[in-house]
C-alpha cells in the first residue's frame, strides 16, 4: 500500500512539472522562424521579404515592430546614408496588415497592428520593404554585408535563414555569421545562396556577406553622401510650402501656449521642500521640472535602482585625456517592487548580461532606445493621468485644444513649485542653508537617498557639495570606483555620455564597409512587440 501510494505521488508530480513546462513554454514570447529574401537589383536596390513567425504565448499585444538603421558610421567617422521604403505587410492569410512607419535617429521603424486590438499566440508576418543602395566596393569588386536579423530582437530566433538572388549572377565568397555583435562565431550553414542559423538567444544576430562580380553594380554606396531620395520624401519636398504657412501658425500658438504656461508657474510661491512629492518617481520630478525627458533622467534612474539594491554600478576605467570612463552594471536581485518604467529599464540593461553584468558600452542599441522611447512616453502619460498636463480629451473646445494640450495644468503648476523648492533644498549655497529651518540633518543616507533626484534635476554637484567634510562611503556601496574617493558630478556625467551614443539607434560597420562578424554590415537593427 506504502508503494502504490509513493507511485501516485511520484506520477502526479510528473505530470505537473510537465504541464508547468509546457505553460511556461507557452507564456513565452519567442520567434519560431526568421525568413529572409534579399533580391539585389543592378541598381542597388535590395528589395527585402521577411517572413517573421511570431509567438506572442499567453501574453496579449497589439502587434509587433521591426527597426531597421538607415544611418551607419565606420569607425573613421564616415556615414553611410540609406533610403528605405516600406512597401506592405500581410499575415498568414494573405491579408494585409495595417502598418504605421516613422524614422528617428537615422532608424526607420515599421509598426505592425492596431491599437484598439490584441492579439496571443502564433501570428505570421510577411514584410516586404526596399533599403537600398546597399553595396560597397571592396577589391575591385561589390561587396555586400547584411546583418538579416539584427541584434536588437528581445527575444530568440529558433530558425533564421536568407535566400540572396542576383540577377543572373550569384554572390562570390559567402559568409555569415552568429552571435552577439561583433561575435566572429559562424554557427550557421551555407548552401548556394541560402544561409541558415538556428537557437539565436535573445540579443544575438544573424549576418552573412558576398562579393558581387565587378560590373554588376552601376553605383556602389559611398560614404558621406546624401541620402536617395523616396516617393514619401518627393511628398514631402511638394508640401513643404504648406508646411512653412502651417508652422507660422502653430509658431503663434506655441507662444501663446507659452505665455500661458509661465503665468500659471509665476503666480505660484516657491519654498523649500524637504522631500519630493511621494507620488511622483525620479523620471516624473525630472520631466516635470523642464517639461522634457531626457538621458538625464535614464542616469537617474539607474542611480536610484543602485541605491535601493537592485544593483552596483562598477567603473571599469579611470577617464583620462584620452580614454572615457567605462563602467559595468552588476545585478544584485530581480526587479520584483520597482514602478513600471524601472521594471522596463532593468530588464532592458540585462537582457544580454552574462554572469549578471553589462558592461553599458556594450548595451545593444536597438533594445535601449526602444525600452527609453517607452519610458518616457509613459513618464508623459503618467503625468497627464495625474492632471499635471492637459491632455487633448479633457480639452472643452478647439481653441483650447490647440492653446493647451500639452501643456501643464493648474494643478500641474502648484506640484512644480513643490518640485522647485525641492530643487531649492538639493542645491542650496552653505550661506544660504541659515535661513532653512528644521531641514533634515545632513547624513551620508541621506545623500544616497536623494542623489538620483539631485540628478533628475540637474543640481548633483550641488547636492555633494552640501557633505562636504562627512564620510559618505558607507552610504555608496552601492558604487565601485577604479580611484579614491566618489564623486557624484563625475559618476553622472560619465553615465551620461556613456548612455548618449548607446541609445542611439544608429549601427556601425567597419572601415571595409562592414562584415566579418554578427551585427555588421547593412540591414539588421531589431524589433519587439508592442
Known amino acids: 500500500m506504502k508503494n502504490r501510494i509513493l507511485l501516485l505521488i511520484f506520477a502526479l508530480g510528473i505530470s505537473f512539472l510537465t504541464l508547468t513546462s509546457s505553460v511556461g513554454a507557452v507564456g513565452t514570447e519567442k520567434i519560431d522562424s526568421f525568413e529572409s529574401e534579399i533580391h539585389i537589383n543592378k541598381d542597388n536596390q535590395a528589395e527585402i521579404s521577411e517572413v517573421i513567425a511570431y509567438d506572442f504565448g499567453l501574453t496579449q499585444h497589439h502587434g509587433i515592430y521591426r527597426d531597421v538603421p538607415i544611418d551607419y558610421k565606420d569607425p573613421q567617422g564616415n556615414v553611410y546614408r540609406l533610403a528605405m521604403e516600406h512597401t506592405k505587410t500581410t499575415d498568414e492569410n494573405g491579408k494585409e496588415v495595417k502598418a504605421s512607419v516613422s524614422k528617428s535617429d537615422g532608424n526607420f521603424r515599421i509598426r505592425l497592428g492596431e491599437a484598439d486590438k ?76 541560402k544561409f541558415t542559423a538556428d537557437n539565436l538567444k535573445a540579443g544575438e544576430g544573424f549576418s552573412i556577406e558576398g562579393y558581387v562580380a565587378g560590373g554588376y553594380i552601376a553605383k556602389y554606396l559611398q560614404p558621406n553622401q546624401k541620402r536617395p531620395l523616396t516617393k514619401s520624401d518627393i511628398g514631402i519636398i511638394a508640401g ?154 479633457s480639452e472643452p473646445n478647439i481653441l483650447e485644444k490647440m492653446l493647451d494640450a500639452g501643456n501643464i495644468t493648474d494643478e500641474g503648476a502648484k506640484i512644480w513649485a513643490k518640485v522647485d523648492g525641492f530643487k531649492l533644498y538639493l542645491s542650496v549655497v552653505e550661506k544660504e542653508r541659515m535661513k532653512f529651518h528644521d531641514a533634515p540633518e545632513r547624513t551620508p543616507e541621506l545623500f544616497s537617498k536623494y542623489l538620483p533626484f539631485a540628478v533628475a534635476l540637474g543640481v548633483e554637484k550641488e547636492w555633494a557639495k552640501q557633505f562636504e567634510g562627512i564620510d559618505i562611503a558607507k552610504a555608496t556601496n552601492w558604487y565601485a570606483g577604479s ?30 564597409g562592414g562584415g566579418g562578424s554578427s551585427g555588421g554590415g547593412f540591414g539588421g537593427g531589431g524589433g519587439g512587440s508592442w
Open 483 to 512: 580611484y579614491a574617493g566618489f564623486s557624484a558630478m563625475n559618476l553622472a556625467n560619465d553615465l551620461g555620455n556613456s548612455f548618449a551614443p548607446v541609445v542611439s539607434s544608429n549601427s556601425t560597420v567597419s572601415s571595409s
Open 118 to 193: 490584441y492579439v496571443t499566440g502564433k501570428h505570421t508576418y510577411k514584410i516586404k520593404y526596399k533599403l537600398w543602395p546597399i553595396v560597397t566596393q571592396k577589391d575591385q569588386k561589390g561587396f555586400l554585408a547584411l546583418d538579416v536579423t539584427g541584434n536588437g530582437w528581445s527575444v530568440p530566433i529558433l530558425h533564421a535563414s536568407a535566400v540572396v538572388r542576383l540577377d543572373g549572377a550569384s554572390l562570390e565568397k559567402p559568409a555569415c555569421f552568429t552571435g552577439v555583435v561583433g561575435s566572429t562565431e559562424q554557427n550557421c550553414v551555407i548552401d548556394g545562396q
Open 240 to 393: 513643404f510650402v504648406f508646411a512653412i504657412l502651417v508652422g507660422l501658425v502653430i509658431s503663434v500658438i506655441l507662444l501663446a501656449r507659452s505665455l500661458r504656461k509661465r503665468r500659471r508657474r509665476k503666480d505660484q510661491t516657491v519654498v523649500a521642500e524637504y522631500e519630493p512629492p511621494s507620488n511622483l518617481s525620479v523620471a516624473e520630478i525630472g520631466h516635470l521640472e523642464d517639461d522634457t525627458s531626457s538621458v538625464q533622467e535614464i542616469t537617474a534612474m539607474i542611480i536610484s535602482m543602485a541605491v535601493k539594491g537592485y544593483l552596483k554600478i562598477q567603473q571599469t576605467q579611470k577617464k583620462s585625456f584620452l580614454k572615457k570612463a567605462k563602467y559595468t552594471l552588476l545585478k544584485l536581485k530581480e526587479s520584483k517592487g520597482l514602478d513600471t518604467s524601472e521594471d522596463m529599464l532593468f530588464n532592458a540593461l540585462f537582457s544580454t548580461a552574462k554572469d549578471n553584468k553589462i558592461q553599458i558600452d556594450n548595451l545593444s542599441k536597438s533594445t535601449m532606445s526602444t525600452t527609453i522611447y517607452k519610458i518616457h512616453s509613459n513618464t508623459k502619460k503618467s503625468l497627464e493621468s495625474k492632471g499635471f498636463y492637459a491632455s487633448i480629451a
